[in-house]
């Protein structure tokens, strides 16, 4: 409606607006779009707001990859984790956030990683072994700081400039 496009159950799915979802985006179906001569960013904009008015099924937030791509310096907490782990290579139209407590539902024994909740960044990493001093720490690390850790405890360079070891050798 927002698009003043008419759908219907019974279409077919190629008359659909969104091509596909994964977790946590929709690609949209830019044939059907053309088809339609609607304005790209609208349609994701219309996307973008049907979903943030869904925050009864979990739904936290949602951007468009173009408000992604943009800098803005009143970004929410939450937008800023998205955009730390978002790649515009690889990441939908449209981008959604869960609700702290939600998670993506694909059968009786779901799990869900990657959203920008406690629940999700915080993950115990244990190390053990020759070299690894015994300890417990609570600290901020990406997947480059273990590949750092990793490469040090093994005597090889690993992650990258960004990176940096953990205190456990």
Not at 37 to 44: H, T, Y
Not at 98 to 113: A, F, K
């Amino acid at each position: 409606r927002k698009l003043g496009v008419s759908f219907t159950e019974s279409a077919p799915i190629a008359h659909s607006l969104v091509f596909f979802f994964e977790e946590p985006g929709l690609w949209i179906n830019w044939k059907r779009v053309a088809e339609l001569q609607l304005d790209g960013e609208r349609v994701k904009r219309a996307l973008r707001d049907v979903l943030r008015g869904m925050k009864q099924h979990g739904i936290d937030d949602a951007w468009t990859n173009t408000e992604m791509l943009s800098a803005d310096v009143q970004d929410s907490r939450i937008r800023q984790l998205m955009r730390a782990s978002w790649r515009s290579d690889r990441a939908g139209d449209v981008l959604m956030a869960l609700r702290p407590g939600w998670i993506w539902m694909w059968g009786s024994n779901s799990t869900t990683h990657g959203q920008p909740v406690d629940n999700d960044m915080h993950v115990p990493l244990m190390f053990w072994g020759a070299g690894v001093k015994p300890g417990t720490y609570d600290l901020d690390a990406s997947p480059l700081d273990l590949a750092r850790t990793l490469g040090g405890l093994l005597g090889v360079e690993a992650g990258g400039r960004a990176s940096h070891a953990l205190p456990c050798f």
